[in-house]
């Protein structure tokens, strides 16, 4: 049984104190109505941050600013001790912090009565005029010199000083300021450490705090939770876009995600406990799938080969002639992958899915053969790409232009079960399963609209609804099916077999190249915390250059599934040779040792 926290009064201040940390705030003439502060701090008194009692929850039609603050009310309840702020808004009928102090953690909810449609929420600071006089937008201070991001971005810094940004979500590409969706979604997590950030890697001497986001998937309706500090000041911000509509009636009320606050010892200790916290509400599978045997085979992907051959752009080289290439380079070298991804692109058009017949004039057919020899074969998947669908199926812009699919729509989601259907059944293709890509191309944009009959889903939650359906669809057909993602949160352990770390990156915040091996680590650290038990798909690409593929292909065999990308050049001045291949394939017999 855990213990309440204890709530005591100390003339114009009142503290209320867990297992591992105490919250503070005065009281009178100087308490929070006129400083929206309240301290939090470790177990011995030394602070952690200016936690500010400011929130947000601005929608279309009006910016909700607080025009006061409530002395903070106190109840007691079986496992916290709940601290109530209250706010006059212009924006809701009634706005309040909820503080619910638990014996180890601080859980901080928004709540709102009235209507509108959601377009930011920030929490941990906000928007308003105090007393005082002072205006405009209010942060946390953080009495913290680093800030561990547990997602792959360019520049690489997994480390990096506290006042850095940071993007958590299902938007991004390679443009700058965007190179953040490797992961998409990664955890919604991250932690605050006392030690000054010295590499992109090394987290420093505990203790940690953490901080992560808890609700049900179905209710993650933003693209993106921000880090957003300024001068020595922070809040959370999530980012709905104006695609989420609240309407609490008479009674109801709307309670935005739940931000935990809770000090750990290391940030691979806060990636657990964000990951239990989900479980234990019941937001997260506990179990992960059960491999089947043929899925820890290792994999040969052919994009970085199609990429390396050049003379042509990658997609074009997607054709059957070619992989039958790479087949026969394989078998001379002696190297048989249980597994065949055939990539980007073998479709005519990648909304459709329907087989480019001028580049597999006979997939199908290729297919039969790979699993006459014992093989499985993946269809690279990309997610949301419109091209070939009808505009009523789509998110659109605002002349009508079709941006991505809409997994909100029916029409959309009934013609997906059937593409699958198409792809995976013995009377369309009999491929096994799909490497699903792109999924950081989440439609973002106040001015998009979801196409006809759609229920208007957003965000992270419609990123889910999206994967998940293949998945079901998948595993209605082929049970054994394999659906490989790069869904590194919790929530989507039941929609995702395998976890694929995706594309290396390339430098640290200086300039300097960043060990592609020591990337494959950090990141694996990522997925063995939140969704431990997964399979992991290793990757591999892009490789920098013919060394460091080589000690990436040593790194991944004690990681996960070994993936093989490259097969007749890493660059256009190293070439591969048998000698090479020889090393993957004695990495391969390791690995293989190892399923034994």
Same mark, same amino acid.
């Given at each position: 049984?855990?213990?309440?926290?204890?709530?005591? #009064?100390?003339?114009?201040?009142?503290?209320?104190?867990?297992?591992?940390? #105490?919250?503070?705030?005065?009281?009178?003439?100087?308490?929070?109505?006129?400083?929206?502060? =309240?301290?939090?701090?470790?177990?011995?008194?030394?602070?952690?941050?200016?936690?500010?009692?400011?929130?947000?929850?601005?929608?279309?039609?009006?910016?909700?600013?607080?025009?006061?603050?409530?002395?903070?009310?106190?109840?007691?309840?079986?496992?916290?001790?709940?601290?109530?702020?209250?706010?006059?808004?212009?924006? *809701?009928?009634?706005?309040?912090?909820?503080?619910?102090?638990?014996?180890?953690?601080?859980?901080?909810?928004?709540?709102?009565?009235?209507?509108?449609?959601?377009?930011?929420?920030?929490?941990?600071?906000?928007?308003?005029?105090?007393?005082?006089?002072?205006?405009?937008?209010?942060? #946390?201070?953080?009495?913290?010199?680093? =800030?561990?991001?547990?997602?792959?971005?360019?520049?690489?810094?997994?480390?990096?000083?506290?006042?850095?940004?940071?993007?958590?979500?299902?938007?991004?590409?390679?443009?700058?300021?965007?190179? @953040?969706?490797?992961?998409?979604?990664?955890?919604?997590?991250?932690?605050?450490?006392?030690?000054?950030?010295?590499?992109?890697?090394?987290?420093?001497?505990?203790?940690?705090?953490?901080?992560?986001?808890?609700?049900?998937?179905?209710?993650?309706?933003?693209?993106?939770?921000?880090?957003?500090?300024? /001068?020595?000041?922070?809040?959370?911000?999530?980012?709905?876009?104006?695609?989420?509509?609240?309407?609490?009636?008479?009674?109801?009320? *709307?309670?935005?995600?739940?931000?935990?606050?809770?000090?750990?010892?290391?940030?691979?200790?806060?990636?657990?406990?964000?990951?239990?916290?989900?479980?234990?509400?019941?937001?997260?599978?506990?179990?992960?799938?059960?491999?089947?045997?043929?899925? =820890?085979?290792?994999?040969?992907?052919? *994009?970085?080969?199609?990429?390396?051959?050049?003379?042509?752009?990658?997609?074009?080289?997607?054709?059957?002639?070619?992989?039958?290439?790479?087949?026969?380079?394989?078998?001379?070298?002696?190297?048989?992958?249980?597994?065949?991804?055939?990539?980007?692109?073998?479709?005519?058009?990648?909304?459709?899915?329907?087989?480019?017949?001028?580049?597999?004039?006979?997939?199908?057919? *290729?297919?039969?053969?790979?699993?006459?020899?014992?093989?499985?074969?993946?269809?690279?998947?990309?997610?949301?790409?419109?091209?070939?669908?009808?505009?009523?199926?789509?998110?659109?812009?605002?002349?009508?232009?079709?941006?991505?699919?809409?997994?909100?729509?029916?029409?959309?989601?009934?013609?997906?079960?059937?593409?699958?259907?198409?792809?995976? #059944?013995?009377?369309?293709?009999?491929? /096994?399963?799909?490497?699903?890509?792109?999924?950081?191309?989440?439609?973002?944009?106040?001015?998009?609209?979801?196409?006809?009959?759609?229920?208007?889903?957003?965000?992270?939650?419609?990123?889910?609804?999206?994967?998940?359906?293949?998945?079901?669809?998948?595993?209605?057909?082929?049970?054994?099916?394999?659906?490989?993602?790069?869904?590194?949160?919790?929530?989507?352990?039941?929609?995702?077999?395998?976890?694929?770390? @995706?594309?290396?990156?390339?430098?640290?915040?200086?300039?300097?190249?960043?060990?592609?091996?020591?990337?494959?680590?950090?990141?694996?650290?990522?997925?063995? @915390?939140?969704?431990?038990?997964?399979?992991?798909?290793?990757?591999?690409?892009?490789?920098? @250059?013919?060394?460091?593929?080589?000690?990436?292909?040593?790194?991944?065999?004690?990681?996960?599934?070994?993936?093989?990308?490259?097969?007749?050049?890493?660059?256009?001045?190293?070439?591969?040779?048998?000698?090479?291949?020889?090393?993957?394939?004695?990495?391969?017999?390791?690995?293989?040792?190892?399923?034994?």
């Amino acid at each position: 049984m855990t213990s309440l926290p204890s709530l005591t #009064s100390d003339k114009d201040r009142r503290t209320v104190r867990g297992t591992s940390y #105490s919250l503070s705030w005065r009281t009178g003439a100087s308490g929070l109505v006129r400083s929206p502060y =309240l301290e939090l701090a470790d177990a011995d008194g030394s602070r952690w941050m200016r936690l500010c009692a400011m929130s947000s929850a601005h929608t279309h039609d009006a910016r909700d600013e607080s025009m006061s603050l409530s002395e903070p009310e106190v109840r007691t309840e079986a496992d916290a001790v709940v601290v109530t702020i209250r706010s006059a808004s212009p924006a *809701w009928r009634e706005r309040a912090l909820e503080l619910r102090c638990t014996h180890d953690s601080v859980e901080i909810t928004l709540e709102a009565r009235g209507t509108g449609v959601l377009t930011d929420v920030t929490i941990l600071g906000g928007d308003g005029i105090l007393p005082t006089g002072a205006s405009g937008t209010f942060r #946390s201070g953080f009495d913290a010199q680093s =800030l561990y991001v547990p997602s792959p971005t360019e520049p690489v810094a997994f480390v990096r000083p506290v006042w850095s940004a940071a993007s958590l979500g299902v938007v991004g590409d390679a443009d700058p300021g965007r190179l @953040n969706g490797i992961f998409s979604p990664p955890p919604l997590a991250l932690a605050f450490g006392r030690d000054p950030a010295t590499d992109a890697f090394s987290p420093g001497e505990g203790p940690w705090l953490a901080t992560w986001l808890r609700a049900p998937v179905e209710e993650l309706g933003f693209t993106t939770m921000r880090f957003d500090p300024v /001068d020595g000041g922070g809040l959370l911000r999530l980012t709905y876009e104006g695609h989420t509509p609240i309407d609490t009636g008479a009674d109801g009320v *709307w309670r935005s995600p739940t931000i935990v606050i809770r000090p750990v010892a290391t940030p691979g200790d806060a990636l657990r406990e964000y990951r239990d916290d989900l479980v234990q509400a019941g937001f997260a599978r506990a179990a992960a799938p059960r491999p089947t045997p043929w899925w =820890l085979e290792p994999i040969f992907c052919g *994009w970085g080969a199609q990429v390396a051959r050049g003379g042509a752009p990658a997609p074009d080289l997607c054709r059957q002639e070619i992989y039958d290439e790479f087949l026969e380079t394989l078998a001379a070298a002696s190297l048989d992958p249980g597994t065949i991804v055939i990539d980007d692109r073998w479709q005519a058009q990648y909304g459709t899915a329907e087989p480019d017949t001028d580049a597999w004039p006979d997939l199908r057919g *290729w297919i039969d053969r790979r699993h006459a020899e014992g093989r499985r074969v993946l269809l690279w998947f990309k997610a949301w790409d419109p091209a070939g669908l009808p505009a009523e199926e789509c998110v659109t812009d605002a002349a009508g232009r079709p941006i991505a699919a809409d997994p909100g729509s029916p029409a959309y989601l009934a013609r997906l079960d059937a593409i699958v259907e198409r792809l995976l #059944s013995v009377e369309g293709l009999d491929a /096994d399963g799909f490497k699903v890509d792109f999924t950081q191309r989440a439609p973002s944009g106040s001015m998009l609209r979801s196409g006809a009959g759609s229920d208007g889903v957003w965000g992270v939650a419609a990123l889910h609804r999206l994967v998940g359906r293949i998945h079901a669809a998948a595993k209605r057909i082929k049970p054994d099916a394999l659906v490989i993602t790069h869904t590194v949160h919790p929530s989507f352990g039941a929609v995702t077999d395998m976890v694929r770390t @995706n594309d290396v990156l390339e430098h640290d915040v200086t300039g300097a190249p960043v060990s592609v091996a020591a990337q494959l680590r950090a990141r694996h650290e990522i997925v063995a @915390n939140v969704l431990p038990g997964h399979p992991v798909d290793t990757d591999q690409w892009p490789m920098p @250059n013919r060394e460091e593929w080589l000690d990436y292909a040593r790194t991944q065999v004690r990681l996960g599934v070994p993936a093989l990308y490259y097969l007749e050049r890493v660059r256009e001045d190293e070439p591969i040779d048998r000698e090479h291949l020889a090393a993957i394939g004695r990495t391969w017999d390791e690995y293989r040792e190892t399923l034994a």
